[in-house]
């Protein structure tokens, strides 16, 4: 049987796979050459605890492993579907041959892939989400430091202010307002009002209103007065100037 089959060959060229829990993962196998009848099989683990996972004359539908290459005679990959914990551990490709007595024996087989778990697999849409929520963390970083620094430049020029009134003479308050960020200040606003005031050198009196009793002129002369006019009054009002 061994000289039948000195041509034959398995290949096993995947050394090592990490796969996330619940992803599916393959495991690769081919063969090539002709030898004598046998099954294929893969194993979990070798020696006498080994775990049979794939067997060439037993299809089971339900069954999470499946093969890549439904009946080809060479490749023998097969699909395991939602990966566990449990599934850790070293996988082996073997070729078995059928001996006179009836029991398969180990022709060839591959040199092993170890399946490991990868904790930290992250598909592409986790990864572009977390690069989208930091840039969104980073803008809104920015928005606020520049919100707090406009506000620190503004309260040193002048804050917000409520509406202030100013007297003018004996009239009634003007309203005056200022507002940071506006090209007058408060004190600038005031003494531009200030300016249209009256000198504060000004009296009393001078806010006050003058009156004389008025009385009536004496009559003049006809013959100074020109036809059609009236005897007339004078009157003084004196008022405070804006």
């Given at each position: 049987a061994a000289q039948a089959g000195q041509d034959f060959q398995l290949q096993q060229p995947q050394n090592?796979?990490?796969?996330?829990?619940?992803?599916?993962?393959?495991?690769?196998?081919?063969?090539?050459?002709?030898t004598d009848p046998g099954p294929v099989k893969w194993l979990k683990?070798?020696?006498s605890g080994n775990k049979t996972i794939y067997d060439q004359r037993e299809t089971d539908p339900s069954s999470r492993v499946t093969r890549a290459v439904v009946e080809s005679d060479t490749d023998f990959s097969i699909?395991?579907?939602?990966?566990q914990p449990d599934d850790v551990g070293t996988?082996?490709?073997?070729?078995?041959i059928k001996e006179k007595t009836g029991k398969d024996e180990v022709f060839r087989h591959g040199r092993g892939t170890e399946v490991s778990v990868h904790?930290?697999?992250?598909v592409p849409g986790v990864v572009a989400a977390?690069?989208?929520l930091c840039f969104l963390l980073l803008l809104l970083g920015l928005f606020v430091a520049l919100c707090m620094c406009r506000r620190k430049r503004q309260g040193g020029v002048g804050s917000l202010c409520p509406a202030r009134t100013?007297?003018?003479?004996?009239f009634s308050s003007v309203p005056l307002q200022c507002c940071a960020g506006t090209p007058g200040t408060p004190s600038e606003v005031l003494d531009a009002e200030s300016s249209h005031l009256p000198s504060q050198q000004s009296s009393k009196e001078e806010n006050d209103i003058h009156y004389a009793d008025l009385q009536p002129l004496p009559a003049a002369p006809r013959r100074g007065r020109s036809r059609g006019t009236a005897p007339t009054e004078y009157a003084s009002l004196r008022v405070a100037a804006k």
């Open positions: 090592k796979v990490a796969v996330a829990v619940g992803e599916t993962f393959t495991l690769r196998c081919t063969t090539s050459g002709l683990g070798w020696g699909h395991i579907r939602n990966f996988y082996y490709c073997v070729k078995f904790e930290t697999a992250l977390a690069v989208v100013v007297a003018v003479g004996s």
